[in-house]
Each structure stands twice: as structure tokens, then as C-alpha cells.
């Protein structure tokens, strides 16, 4: 019923099941620690993605801080996942309630995980370096930090060989609007038609 609910995009509804769900996955997972770890994880994510989807913020900032706790007990594949959604949960969840600083500071910590999984030279990083930027550029209206995190992320792209991606181009018009917002129209204006230019050369998707 649950993911029934999902692909039928009732968020609302299913929220109350996910919440049941996990509830009673951790019961169960309370009386033998061996028993569904893996099915316990999932469900727990997709939870919190409920949950922020309904902002129900402070649930998942509460849930997304203990699957973090928890999600650091171990080293494997399935740990890490859990540890990446709660960080992103996390940054997105304070953000949505104007802690800006707590936000940026589970950005700055997906961003060294992301280097230490993916490589300093990965889209991961990238795309990490582009958050932290909206932040700074967006949130803080610390236009010059961000357009530096910004010239990072594009950095990172072209080393690792990102430089024809739709990524580029956003950080081709992130930095455009950095530019905007310190008021260089200039400089802004050429990063603008350098992401449209980049966009409308990409192959269009299938």
C-alpha cells in the first residue's frame, strides 16, 4: 500500500504509513540486530525524503540527526548511503527553517565525504562545491565566497572531464548570477550566454 501510494504521488497519505513502517522495522531490528538492517535503512530514507517532501521538518531533522548517529557504526556501502541522505536531508531540512549556518555546515561535511568516497576530481565534489556556493551567494548574501565556491565546481568538472555536462552549465550560471548580484552586468552577462550557449549544444535527452 505504501509504495502504492508513492507512485500515485500521495505523499500525504503515505507519510503516516512510512512513518508506521519504520517504527515497526526498528522494533523488530531492536530484537535481533541481524534481522533487516538493510530493509531498515531504506525504509528510514525514504521516510525522511517523505517527510521533507511534506515539510515535516522537524521530523526529519530530528530522524535525519539519529540515522546519521547511527548510520557512522559502520564502514559499508549501505552505511555510507545512509550517512549521504541524512547529511542532505539534513542541509536541505535546516535550510527550509532559515538555520543557514547549521545547513552550510552539513554541506561542508558532504563535501569531505564526498572527496573521500568520490575523489576530489568527481562530479560529487563538484556538485558539493556548487551547493556550498548557492549558499553562501543565495542564503548568506556572501556573494564573493560563493562565486569562489562556484569557480571551484567548475574547476573540479573540467579535471575530472565534466566540462560538456549539464553541470557545467550550472556552474557556468551560477557564476553569472554571482556576477549579477555584486553588480558586474559585464561579467555576468558573458557567463549567462556561455551556460545557454553550452545548454543548447548538449544532445538533447531521450
Known sequence: ELQSLIDS??????????????????????????????????????????ALFQEDNAFAIAEAERLLTDSQSGDSILHLEARLTAINILSLAYSRVGDFEKALTYLQMDLAVSKEVFGENSREVAVSLLN???MYDHRLRQHETGLAYYQQGEAVLRAGGHERTEDMATALGHQGRAYD?????????????????????LPAEE
Open 9 to 50: 504521488n500521495a505523499y500525504a497519505d503515505a507519510l503516516p504509513l512510512a512513518k508506521a513502517e519504520m517504527q515497526a522495522c526498528e522494533a523488530a531490528l531492536a530484537a535481533d540486530a541481524a534481522l533487516g538492517l538493510t530493509h531498515c535503512f531504506l525504509v528510514r530514507q525514504e521516510t525522511l525524503h517523505l
Open 132 to 134: 556550498i556556493g548557492v
Open 181 to 201: 548580484n555584486l553588480g558586474l552586468p559585464y561579467q555576468s552577462g558573458d557567463y549567462y550566454r556561455r551556460a545557454i550557449a553550452l545548454v543548447e549544444s
